[in-house]
Each structure stands twice: as structure tokens, then as C-alpha cells.
């Protein structure tokens, strides 16, 4: 158990941190399980609008599921569509910076390496070659990808169930993918996936589940989803993100994640000091 004083210090550093993290980049799309209210519309609480529609069955919300935080529960049914207007607000996307919370019940479906082939977290998979993307989770571990052509890099380690995980995922057009875990990068791959994600690329956001309609596949998300992130650039910092998040739904942190939170909060007092 953390001492009182290493709490307050967490604590303080997390919020230094959660400001930064939003405030440095254009947040498009979050959907948090505070606030959500079992069968009706997950709202964004980025500001621009992007409702996520029930789909396919009803998720429910499950009060105190992180940290006191609210939670919304996928049983491996329903899921959540966003509408097209996810571009909002600007296009075309040459960066994307994706976040996930969430907490496994199960190993999840997996046909295949690629981030469409596995349970989905959050994502824009269409079907065939196109400037697509997806952050999965599948056979215990977590998948970032980008499509045309498909490219996938997964975490190198199996996720604990029934624990909660943190998963970033970047891209650029320079085609640099990245993916950090529980507050620490695990896996990075210079791809040839260099397009950016345009406005046409985005005809349905899925969250909690990967729906590829062309190939008729469905595979969903089973467990409980705290927060979905989606930025349109990759100017904030995945490690003070992965931080942040862990900080408000994780109530004690592993010793990796809090030497993490240690170093980024540093170097963001150096930051203020050099100001």
C-alpha cells in the first residue's frame, strides 16, 4: 500500500498530468462510463457531438466499476456506432492517437493477427484495403493497427483478466505505429501505412466491437469499458495519457506505472520551471 504522502504526490501529479494530456491535443471523440445510463446514447464528452448509438443488443452501466468511476458493461452483444460526423473537426487525419480503459472478463475473439480480426475496443474497420484503424484486444492481448494495407502490432505479453488495462495507441503518416500498455511503450513498427485517414474513412466509428460488414464478422468487446479517447493528432504525450488514466481509474497502481507517472510528472515540472 502506498504511504500517505506518496498518494498525495501521485494524486497531485495526476492531475498536472490530465491537464496537460488534453489540453496539448485536439480531442475528437470520448465517451466515459460517468454519466452513461443503461440502453440510451453514450455521449462525447469532447464537446463535438459524436453520440455513440446503441447497436446490436442493450450494454449496461455499472456504477463504481473503476475507482469510483462509473463503467459501462459489454456482455459480447451490444456495442456502440458513431455517425460519420466523427471527422468533426477537422480532416483529413494525419495523425491519430486512440486510448483505451478496460477490464477483460475474457480472453477475446481472435481469427487472425490483424486489429480487425480480434474483440474491439475502438475502431473504423470497413473491410478491404482502406485508411481504416482499430485498437483490439484478442486471445489476452491488446492489437493497434491501421489498414491500407492492413498493418497490426500487439502487445508481447498476456493482459491479466479481470484487471484494469490502459492501452494508447499512435499512428502518423510518416507511418510510425505505436502502442503502449499499462503505462510503458511495448511495441512499435515503421509501416508502410503512410495515407491519412480522411473524411471518407470515417462511415461508422464501433466502440466494443470490431464490425466488419463486408466479411460478415462480428466480434465483440466482453468486459467493462471505463473511457474511449480519440485525437486527431499525436501532439499529446502517451505516457502522461497512460499515466493520467491509470491515476483516476486504477487505484493503486503497479510499481511500473507509477515510476512512469514519476518521470513523466517530472519532466512536466521541467517543462513549467523552463517557462
Given at each position: 500500500?502506498l504511504?500517505?504522502?506518496?498518494?498525495?504526490?501521485?494524486a497531485?501529479?495526476a492531475v498536472?498530468?490530465?491537464?496537460?494530456a488534453?489540453?496539448?491535443?485536439a480531442?475528437?471523440?470520448?465517451w466515459?462510463?460517468?454519466?452513461?445510463?443503461t440502453?440510451q446514447?453514450?455521449?462525447?464528452?469532447?464537446g463535438?457531438?459524436?453520440i455513440?448509438?446503441?447497436?446490436?443488443?442493450?450494454?449496461?452501466?455499472?456504477p463504481?466499476?473503476?475507482?469510483?468511476?462509473?463503467?459501462?458493461t459489454?456482455?459480447?452483444?451490444?456495442?456502440?456506432?458513431?455517425?460519420?460526423?466523427?471527422?468533426?473537426?477537422?480532416t483529413?487525419?494525419?495523425?491519430?492517437?486512440l486510448?483505451?480503459?478496460?477490464?477483460p472478463?475474457?480472453?477475446?475473439?481472435?481469427?487472425?493477427?490483424?486489429?480487425?480480426?480480434?474483440?474491439?475496443?475502438?475502431?473504423n474497420?470497413?473491410?478491404?484495403?482502406?485508411?481504416?484503424?482499430?485498437?483490439s484486444?484478442?486471445t489476452?492481448?491488446?492489437?493497434?493497427?491501421?489498414?491500407?494495407?492492413d498493418?497490426?502490432?500487439?502487445?508481447p505479453?498476456d493482459?491479466a483478466?479481470?484487471?484494469?488495462?490502459v492501452?494508447v495507441?499512435?499512428?502518423?503518416?510518416?507511418?510510425?505505429?505505436?502502442?503502449?500498455?499499462?503505462?510503458?511503450?511495448?511495441?512499435?513498427?515503421?509501416?508502410?501505412?503512410?495515407?491519412p485517414?480522411?473524411?471518407?474513412?470515417f462511415?461508422?466509428?464501433?466502440?466494443?466491437?470490431?464490425?466488419?460488414?463486408?466479411?460478415?464478422?462480428?466480434?465483440?468487446?466482453v468486459?467493462?469499458?471505463?473511457?474511449?479517447r480519440?485525437y486527431?493528432?499525436?501532439?499529446?504525450?502517451?505516457?502522461?495519457?497512460s499515466?493520467?488514466l491509470?491515476?483516476?481509474?486504477a487505484?493503486?497502481?503497479?510499481?511500473?506505472?507509477l515510476?512512469v507517472?514519476?518521470?513523466?510528472?517530472?519532466?512536466c515540472?521541467?517543462?513549467?520551471?523552463?517557462?
Amino acid at each position: 500500500m502506498l504511504k500517505k504522502g506518496r498518494k498525495a504526490v501521485f494524486a497531485a501529479v495526476a492531475v498536472t498530468l490530465g491537464t496537460a494530456a488534453t489540453s496539448q491535443a485536439a480531442l475528437i471523440g470520448q465517451w466515459k462510463g460517468d454519466g452513461y445510463v443503461t440502453g440510451q446514447n453514450w455521449a462525447d464528452s469532447s464537446g463535438n457531438n459524436n453520440i455513440g448509438l446503441p447497436a446490436n443488443g442493450t450494454s449496461t452501466a455499472t456504477p463504481n466499476a473503476f475507482n469510483g468511476h462509473a463503467g459501462v458493461t459489454f456482455g459480447g452483444v451490444g456495442y456502440f456506432n458513431v455517425a460519420n460526423t466523427f471527422s468533426n473537426p477537422t480532416t483529413p487525419a494525419n495523425a491519430l492517437t486512440l486510448a483505451a480503459v478496460f477490464r477483460p472478463t475474457t480472453t477475446g475473439t481472435s481469427s487472425g493477427a490483424q486489429f480487425w480480426q480480434n474483440s474491439g475496443l475502438i475502431g473504423n474497420e470497413q473491410g478491404g484495403a482502406v485508411a481504416d484503424w482499430g485498437l483490439s484486444y484478442g486471445t489476452a492481448r491488446a492489437i493497434a493497427g491501421v489498414g491500407g494495407p492492413d498493418t497490426s502490432i500487439p502487445n508481447p505479453v498476456d493482459l491479466a483478466l479481470n484487471k484494469t488495462h490502459v492501452a494508447v495507441e499512435t499512428w502518423n503518416t510518416s507511418g510510425l505505429l505505436t502502442l503502449f500498455v499499462d503505462g510503458a511503450q511495448v511495441a512499435q513498427q515503421l509501416t508502410s501505412v503512410t495515407a491519412p485517414r480522411t473524411a471518407n474513412a470515417f462511415p461508422n466509428i464501433a466502440l466494443g466491437a470490431n464490425v466488419a460488414s463486408v466479411n460478415g464478422d462480428f466480434k465483440p468487446f466482453v468486459g467493462d469499458i471505463a473511457e474511449f479517447r480519440v485525437y486527431n493528432d499525436t501532439t499529446v504525450d502517451p505516457l502522461a495519457l497512460s499515466a493520467s488514466l491509470i491515476a483516476t481509474y486504477a487505484p493503486v497502481p503497479e510499481p511500473g506505472a507509477l515510476a512512469v507517472l514519476g518521470l513523466a510528472g517530472l519532466g512536466c515540472l521541467r517543462r513549467r520551471r523552463k517557462a
